[in-house]
């Protein structure tokens, strides 16, 4: 496999331009970073976090090494950590050596990547703002030479562009489910409401009383009380006819 020396930049380009004018996804611009970066650096792992704009944490979300369990959850706050430093402070930070033993490092037990001896992390930026970190692992001393920490920079800036894009349309995708979520709820709530007081005139109850007649049967049959509420405002309305 060829080292960051053995890729000219034409090459390296080549790729990041294909990343960059492609509509890709955020999971298939998070595998050509890891991917790329594995290959110009010869590291042993590479993670890549990006922030969650709700919570402004930094999420992991990218990984050469299977981390299927933390992938989306495991989060670290701004300033904790080496990344939480480097998302923070919008600078590169390489430790070629005891990269555990760094006074700003935060140990994470279930990442093997922790126990390794060299760290360079680097700011994915995006209009001037940090979007995300890489993290480039090796598990023996590394020194990180010059070149090598410009060019895992230069892609986290180039390719930051496309992955603000992919995490606007994944916000914009969020809200729209969101949003069609509580008209859902709207609408169930005011088909129960209704069925209710069908109920209530119908049996001379209370309101409370119609609710729990049909919680109660929507547990016993194993239907959605929407479902139910529908059936009673159908059968009024046939009633009427």
């Given amino acids: 496999m060829p080292n960051a020396g053995e890729y000219s930049h034409v090459e390296i380009l080549h790729r990041i331009s294909r990343v960059v004018s492609s509509p890709l996804s955020i999971d298939e611009i998070l595998g050509d970073i890891v991917g790329l970066t594995v290959q110009v650096t010869q590291c042993d792992a590479c993670l890549v976090y990006l922030i969650d704009r709700a919570t402004k944490e930094l999420v992991l979300r990218g990984s050469q090494v299977p981390h299927a369990a933390d992938l989306g959850r495991l989060r670290m706050r701004f300033g904790e950590g080496v990344t939480g430093w480097v998302a923070e402070h919008k600078s590169p930070v390489a430790l070629s050596r005891d990269a555990p033993g760094d006074a700003r490092f935060k140990h994470i037990d279930r990442l093997i990547e922790d126990t390794y001896q060299a760290l360079l992390s680097v700011p994915v930026i995006s209009g001037g703002e940090v979007i995300g970190i890489v993290n480039v692992h090796h598990r023996e001393p590394h020194e990180h030479s010059p070149g090598e920490i410009g060019l895992v920079s230069f892609m986290g800036e180039q390719m930051g562009s496309a992955l603000s894009k992919s ?49 109660d049967q929507s547990r016993r049959l194993q239907r959605p009380m929407r479902d139910l509420a529908e059936a009673i405002i159908l059968s009024e309305e046939m009633g009427r006819v």
Avoid at 171 to 195: G, M, P, S, W, Y
């Fill in 167 to 215: 995490l606007l349309e994944e916000e914009n995708e969020r809200l729209l489910t969101e949003a069609r979520e509580i008209r859902h709820q709207l609408e169930v709530r005011k088909l129960v409401e209704r069925a209710k007081g069908i109920l209530q005139k119908r049996n001379n109850i209370t309101e409370e009383e119609a609710y729990l007649r049909l919680r």
